[in-house]
């Protein structure tokens, strides 16, 4: 998806929620998008353990077997009480959004795999929790960014939508 896509998606989505609103925000999904923050969990729980790995190598096991999910696998595997109601969501959001978020989430999902893969290796201990604390400093913006399109905000700042382009273009200037 380019990047003035993304930014016309996340400017196009109405400002006015429909009916559907207060039952979709009592479920934690975003009336305005309809997609639902507790997706980055499964994100943020290999971050977790990317950043325990310097102090806890005991946590590689866990972080070794952590897997990517879609946004559909994540809630359907999950105890999230309007798990039916967020897919459901899901599907009736705005194409444009769900890519975005979809190629922000398979963004993160190529650095945690390529993490994983390079840490099953014979690595030493320091070079393991360097490249894990590399790892996490990656994709913390890139969750930020997935928080944003979820929540349909764009970057105050520069008055754009914050989209996946721009995340790699800013850590290919790193």
Not at 19 to 42: E, F, K, M, V
Not at 69 to 97: C, N, T, V
Not at 151 to 165: H, K, M
């Amino acid at each position: 998806m380019k990047y003035q896509d993304c930014v016309e998606a996340v400017q196009a989505v109405d400002e006015e929620p429909g009916a559907g609103a207060p039952r979709l925000a009592s479920a934690n999904i975003n009336p305005t998008t309809g997609l639902a923050t507790d997706y980055l969990n499964h994100f943020n729980e290999a971050i977790m353990l990317l950043e325990m790995l310097s102090g806890c190598p005991e946590c590689l096991d866990d972080f070794l077997g952590w897997r990517p999910m879609s946004y559909r696998e994540h809630f359907l595997a999950s105890g999230f009480k309007g798990r039916d109601m967020a897919i459901a969501a899901y599907d009736d959001a705005d194409p444009a959004l769900r890519n975005c978020l979809d190629t922000l989430a398979g963004t993160m999902t190529a650095v945690l795999e390529a993490t994983r893969a390079a840490m099953t290796a014979d690595m030493p201990r320091e070079a393991a929790a360097t490249l894990a604390n590399r790892a996490a400093a990656w994709l913390k913006p890139l969750v930020a960014r997935a928080g944003a399109v979820i929540n349909g905000e764009t970057d105050s700042g520069l008055g754009t939508a914050i989209v996946p382009q721009a995340v790699v273009d800013g850590l290919m200037k790193r």
